[in-house]
């Protein structure tokens, strides 16, 4: 069964950097893009970046644009993301997301597979 398993979250200050990874397993795994989500306390889950393999184009929320870069390794089945200059309104759930075939990558219900999501807190 596919299964993505993030890592990287944790409590960091306005300003701080962290890096976010996620890894797919799964006999049958071959995703046409990989991404991430996130969903802060009392809001939707929104979209947040994304990576497609093939093309090697990524696609960002306006929202962290220039501050996060979505990187990765099609063969390790691994996709990382960098976030910089954090600020509180990056406090949420982070969540990794693979797709099977292309698709719309910013709609979440487009996504075929979930992580369990790694909590980001920054404080100001």
């Known amino acids: 069964q596919e299964q993505l398993v993030e890592s990287g979250g944790g409590l960091v200050q306005a300003g701080d950097s962290l890096r976010l990874s996620c890894v797919a397993s799964?006999?049958?795994?071959?995703?046409?893009?990989m991404g991430w989500f996130r969903q802060a306390p009392g809001k939707e889950r929104e979209f947040v970046a994304a990576l497609m393999w093939s093309s090697k184009v990524t696609l960002y929320a306006d929202s962290v644009k220039g501050r996060f870069t979505i990187s990765g390794d099609n063969a390790k089945n691994t996709v990382y993301l960098q976030m910089n200059s954090l600020n509180s309104e990056d406090t949420a759930i982070y969540y990794c997301?693979?797709?099977?075939?292309?698709?719309?990558?910013?709609?979440?219900?487009?996504?075929?597979?979930w992580g369990q999501g790694t909590q980001v807190t920054v404080s100001s």
């Open positions: 997301a693979a797709y099977n075939r292309p698709t719309y990558v910013k709609n979440d219900a487009r996504v075929d597979y």
């Open positions: 799964g006999r049958s795994f071959s995703a046409y893009a």
